[in-house]
Each structure stands twice: as structure tokens, then as C-alpha cells.
């Protein structure tokens, strides 16, 4: 359960001055973490907030770290509560959708900058799973009015593979990673995903 708003993530980032879309900032985060076991705070804080407004001491801080505490528990958890942060249901499903595909790139920004092993040697399920993130994030969102029942129910069954499909990639992969570590064998290079991606697109910076 996250303690924290997706509206609240949405203040905290424009106050500190990121243009990083709070979906793709959670997006980010859980993309790391499903590749780094021992993904730090800082070096997402990095990723979303400018130099200059980057103080640890920073109160207005407090809900990212919420935020990283709560993700990171329910990954590593055994509960399966992990939640995707998206818009809430009762903003329009046009921007609600917008925020999903948001998310994805996030997610596979994140995924691509951890410790991931190469596209090849990944499990058949995992690679699966990045390729439909991939679509979803390059998915555009052309939709009139609040939507229709059968559109809210086929968003809602997106957001839900989304959240089963990343707590399965973060189980299958980071046990390995963690072995990967203790036995020093860390020279897997970096993760050639960015390929199968737009190169138009820029994530993050």
C-alpha cells in the first residue's frame, strides 16, 4: 500500500522543478529496482530532480522517500501488493492512459540504466513482457468524453497485467542479480533494450 498520492508525487516534482511526469518517475524507479538489488535513493533522485534542487535536507522531499520506502517493500515483498502510481480513477481516462504509457517508459528507462542482463540471455517470459511495455508505452491515447464501460474495463486489465508482469520480471531477475554480486560476476554490460525503442524518444534527459 503506497502512503503516498499520485497528485501528491505530482506537487512534489513540479516544486522541485523536474519535468519528469510523476508516472514515469515510479516508472523509472521500478524499472531500477527490478534490475539493482541494492538500488539507492539518491541515485533516483538523481534521475528526477535538478542538481540545484536536490537537498537532502529538503522536507519537501519526504513523500519521494515515502514513495521509494513503499515500492521497494512491496517488490521485495511476498504480499504481491506492489501498485502501479497512476492518475486517479477519477481523472479522465484519456489522461489516465496517457499516465500508464508514461509509466512504461519509465519503467523501461529504468530497466535499461540498472544492472539488467543482456536482451538475450533474459527468460523468454521476461522478454515477453518488456515487448508489450514497449507497445504500451508507444501506445497513443485517442479517446473522446469520460469513455465508455468496456474502455474502463480494458484500461483497468492493462494496468493490472502491467503490475502481475513487473512483479514477475523483478522475481525472476533479481535473485540473479543478487547472486551475480555476491559472486562478483557483475560484467554483464549494459542492457541493449534501448534498441527495440524509439530513437526519437528521450526519456528522462
Given at each position: 500500500?503506497?502512503?503516498?498520492?499520485?497528485?501528491?508525487?505530482?506537487?512534489?516534482?513540479?516544486?522541485?522543478?523536474?519535468?519528469?511526469?510523476?508516472?514515469?518517475?515510479?516508472?523509472c524507479?521500478?524499472?531500477?529496482?527490478?534490475?539493482?538489488?541494492?538500488?539507492?535513493?539518491?541515485?533516483?533522485?538523481?534521475?528526477?530532480?535538478?542538481?540545484?534542487d536536490?537537498?537532502?535536507?529538503?522536507?519537501?522531499?519526504?513523500?519521494?522517500?515515502?514513495?521509494?520506502?513503499?515500492?521497494?517493500k512491496?517488490?521485495?515483498?511476498?504480499?504481491?501488493?506492489?501498485?502501479?502510481?497512476?492518475?486517479?480513477?477519477?481523472?479522465?481516462?484519456?489522461?489516465?492512459?496517457?499516465?500508464?504509457?508514461?509509466?512504461?517508459?519509465?519503467?523501461?528507462?529504468?530497466?535499461?540504466?540498472?544492472?539488467?542482463?543482456?536482451?538475450?540471455?533474459l527468460?523468454?517470459?521476461?522478454?515477453?513482457?518488456?515487448?508489450?511495455?514497449?507497445?504500451?508505452?508507444?501506445?497513443?491515447?485517442?479517446?473522446?468524453?469520460?469513455?465508455?464501460?468496456?474502455?474502463?474495463?480494458?484500461?483497468?486489465?492493462?494496468?493490472?497485467?502491467?503490475?502481475?508482469?513487473?512483479?514477475?520480471?523483478h522475481?525472476e531477475l533479481?535473485?540473479?542479480?543478487?547472486?551475480?554480486?555476491?559472486?562478483?560476476?557483475?560484467?554483464?554490460?549494459?542492457?541493449?533494450?534501448?534498441?527495440?525503442?524509439?530513437?526519437?524518444?528521450?526519456?528522462?534527459?
Amino acid at each position: 500500500m503506497l502512503q503516498v498520492t499520485f497528485a501528491e508525487i505530482v506537487r512534489v516534482l513540479e516544486g522541485l522543478g523536474s519535468s519528469v511526469p510523476a508516472a514515469e518517475a515510479h516508472g523509472c524507479l521500478v524499472g531500477a529496482l527490478c534490475t539493482s538489488p541494492h538500488y539507492p535513493l539518491e541515485r533516483w533522485l538523481e534521475e528526477i530532480i535538478p542538481e540545484q534542487d536536490r537537498r537532502n535536507d529538503d522536507d519537501s522531499q519526504q513523500a519521494l522517500r515515502l514513495l521509494y520506502a513503499d515500492t521497494l517493500k512491496a517488490l521485495r515483498g511476498e504480499d504481491m501488493d506492489f501498485e502501479v502510481l497512476l492518475p486517479d480513477d477519477d481523472i479522465s481516462l484519456a489522461a489516465r492512459a496517457g499516465g500508464l504509457s508514461q509509466w512504461c517508459q519509465g519503467f523501461l528507462y529504468g530497466f535499461g540504466t540498472g544492472q539488467p542482463p543482456k536482451q538475450q540471455q533474459l527468460p523468454g517470459n521476461v522478454n515477453e513482457i518488456l515487448n508489450d511495455l514497449t507497445h504500451i508505452g508507444r501506445a497513443s491515447v485517442e479517446l473522446e468524453g469520460e469513455g465508455s464501460e468496456s474502455e474502463e474495463e480494458a484500461y483497468a486489465e492493462v494496468v493490472e497485467y502491467v503490475r502481475v508482469g513487473v512483479q514477475l520480471i523483478h522475481d525472476e531477475l533479481i535473485p540473479a542479480a543478487a547472486q551475480r554480486i555476491d559472486t562478483g560476476d557483475e560484467g554483464s554490460g549494459p542492457s541493449d533494450l534501448d534498441s527495440d525503442q524509439d530513437p526519437d524518444h528521450n526519456t528522462l534527459h
